[in-house]
C-alpha cells in the first residue's frame, strides 16, 4: 500500500505547487492547504502500514496485544492537522483583510512594501 | 509567514521521513542510531531536506530572498528583535542536526554547507552594496553574517564552531543594536532613504559613536567583537589550508566596511539635504532615554565583548568541542553506559 499512497503524496504536493505558483493570493492558499495535507500523509505512511488494532491497553494489561499500529505518526500528525487548521485560519483572515484594505488579491499589484520607483536622484 | 509554513511543511516531512527510518526522534538516539542504517542514499536525501527546510529559515544562499523583502516593513523595534533572533534560529537548528544527527557523511552535507555559506556571505554583502536605504542595508548584511555562522559549521573544526557561537552572539547584539538605530535616525530625520538624511552626528554625536562601535565591529575593527569572531573563524579556514574561503571571509569584511562606512558618511556625517537640522533634545526625555537606553546597553556589551573577548572564547570553545565530542551529551539523555543502545527499530 505504500507505494500508491506515495505516489499520491508526489501528486498533492506538484498540485500544491502548481497552485503556490500562481499570483492569486487564495490559489496560493489552496497550495498551501494540499501540500500540508501532503506532508501529513507522508508522515502517516512514515508509520508503515499495517493490518493491526489501535495502540489502546485493555484493562488489566501493561502492554496492549500484539500487534498494534505505530501510535506516534498518529500522535505527530493530529497535531499537525489541528496547527494547520489554524494557520489556515489566520491566512484566510489575513488575506480577507488585505482584500479589504487593497482591492485586489494579485500579489504582483501588491507593492505598499516596494513601490516601484521613479529614477533615483543620484546621491550627492 | 508563507514561506516561514513551506519550510514548517519540508521541516515536519523530513521529521517524520527520519522516524520512518530509524524509529525514534530523539537526538540523542538518532546520532547513534542514524551510523547504523544501512541506506546512505536516504541519509544523505534527509540531510538535503533539512538543510533546505532550516535553510529557509535562516536565509542562506539560494533562499534568502524573503529576508530583504520583509525586513524593512514592520515597525524598526519588531525588525530589531526579528534581526537580532529569528535567522539565526534557523542557524542554531543547522548546527544542532548537522552536529548530532548527521555527522555520518561529512564530505557530502559539508561541501554544499561550504558552497552555500560563501555564496552567502558574498551575495548578501553585494546586495547591500547596491543598496540604498538604512533599513535595506542592514537587513542584506544579516544574509552575509548569516554566511559567516554557516561557514563555522561547515568547517567543522572545534576553532570554527567556537567562531560560529562566538559569531552569533556577537551579531545578535550588534544588529540589534543597529535596526533600533536606524529606528532612532528615522524619528530625528523624517527618512530611511540615504540621499534624504544626514547631519546626525551634528544632532547627537552620542548616538552617532554608538553607531560607530556596532556597525564597526559588525566590520570586524580589531578592538571590537566581530574582530574575535572573523579572526577564529579566518584562523580555523587557515588551519585546513581553506585559502579561497578565506579569501572570500575577507573579501566581505572589506565589502561590510564599505557599505557601513556609506552609511556613516550619508547619515551622520553629511548635512542634512534640507537645510532643517534635527535636535535629539527636541525628542521628549522620556522617549529620548527609552531609545538611547537600550543602544546604549548593547553597544556596551558590543565594547565588553571586544575589550575581554577571553572568557567569551572559552565558553564557545567549550561548546564546540561539546557538540563536535557528543558523548557528554548521550550520557547525559540515555543515561550512563548507554551508548551501546542500537535503537528499537
Redo the contacts between chains.
Keep these: 500500500m505504500e507505494g500508491p499512497i506515495a505516489l499520491v503524496v508526489g501528486i498533492l504536493i506538484a498540485t500544491g505547487v502548481y497552485l503556490?505558483l500562481a499570483r492569486d493570493l487564495l490559489h496560493?492558499l489552496f497550495g498551501?492547504v494540499l501540500?500540508?495535507n501532503a506532508?501529513n500523509l507522508?508522515?502517516f505512511?512514515?508509520?508503515?502500514l499495517t493490518r493491526a488494532s489501535p495502540a489502546l491497553v485493555p484493562e488489566g494489561m501493561d502492554v496492549p496485544p500484539l500487534p498494534v499500529a505505530n501510535p506516534?505518526?498518529q500522535a505527530?500528525i493530529l497535531t499537525?492537522i489541528v496547527i494547520g487548521f489554524g494557520?489556515l485560519a489566520f491566512?484566510l483572515a489575513?488575506i480577507a483583510q488585505a482584500y479589504k484594505v487593497l482591492g485586489t488579491l494579485d500579489v504582483d499589484s501588491m507593492r505598499?512594501?516596494?513601490p516601484v520607483r521613479p529614477k533615483?536622484?543620484k546621491?550627492? | 509567514?508563507?514561506l516561514n509554513?513551506?519550510s514548517t511543511?519540508l521541516m515536519?516531512?523530513s521529521?517524520?521521513?527520519i522516524?520512518?527510518?530509524t524509529g525514534t526522534?530523539n537526538m540523542a538516539q538518532l546520532h547513534i542510531s542514524l551510523a547504523t542504517v544501512d541506506n546512505p542514499v536516504a541519509v544523505s536525501a534527509l540531510a538535503v531536506l533539512f538543510i533546505s527546510a532550516f535553510g529557509i529559515k535562516a536565509a542562506i544562499f539560494p533562499l534568502f530572498f524573503w529576508l530583504p523583502?520583509?525586513y524593512?516593513?514592520p515597525p524598526v523595534t519588531v525588525t530589531a528583535v526579528f534581526a537580532g533572533l529569528l535567522t539565526k534560529v534557523g542557524v542554531y537548528a543547522l548546527i544542532r542536526t548537522f552536529t548530532l544527527i548527521f555527522p555520518t557523511d561529512l564530505g557530502f552535507t559539508h561541501n554544499i554547507l561550504l558552497g552555500t555559506a560563501l555564496l552567502t556571505m558574498l551575495t548578501g554583502v553585494l546586495g547591500a552594496a547596491a543598496q540604498?536605504e538604512f533599513r535595506k542595508i542592514l537587513a542584506f548584511h544579516i544574509i552575509s553574517q548569516i554566511g559567516f555562522l554557516v561557514l563555522g559549521l561547515a568547517l567543522n573544526s572545534p576553532l570554527a564552531l567556537a567562531g560560529s557561537v562566538f559569531y552569533m552572539v556577537h551579531n545578535i547584539v550588534a544588529k540589534t543594536n543597529l535596526f533600533l538605530i536606524s529606528g532612532t535616525a528615522q524619528r530625528l530625520t523624517g527618512s530611511y532613504e540615504?540621499?534624504e538624511i544626514g547631519g546626525i552626528y551634528q544632532a547627537s554625536p552620542l548616538l552617532s559613536t554608538f553607531f560607530f562601535i556596532a556597525a564597526f565591529s559588525l566590520a570586524g575593527f580589531p578592538p571590537l567583537s566581530g574582530f574575535w569572531a572573523k579572526l577564529l573563524l579566518l584562523k580555523a579556514s587557515l588551519d585546513q589550508a581553506a585559502y579561497l574561503v578565506a579569501a572570500v571571509a575577507l573579501v566581505t569584511g572589506a565589502l561590510t566596511l564599505y557599505s557601513m562606512s556609506k552609511i556613516w558618511a550619508?547619515v551622520f556625517w553629511?548635512d542634512h539635504?534640507k537645510s532643517y537640522c534635527c535636535n535629539l533634545y527636541e525628542i521628549p526625555r522620556n522617549e529620548r532615554l527609552q531609545r538611547l537606553l537600550p543602544v546604549a546597553l548593547l553597544a556596551l556589551i558590543t565594547l565588553g565583548l571586544g575589550l575581554v573577548p577571553e572568557p567569551f572564547i572559552d565558553y564557545s570553545l567549550d561548546a564546540a568541542n561539546e557538540l563536535l565530542e557528543p558523548s557528554g551529551y548521550l550520557n547525559a539523555v540515555l543515561g550512563q553506559g548507554s551508548t551501546q543502545y542500537t535503537g528499537n527499530h
Design positions: 503556490m496560493y498551501l501540500i500540508s506532508a507522508a508522515i505512511i512514515t508509520g508503515r506516534l505518526p505527530l499537525a494557520l491566512a489575513l505598499i512594501a516596494e533615483r536622484k546621491l550627492p | 509567514m508563507a509554513l513551506v511543511l515536519l516531512t521529521i517524520g521521513m522516524y520512518g527510518l526522534l523583502a520583509s524593512h516593513a540604498y540615504l540621499s550619508e553629511k539635504p
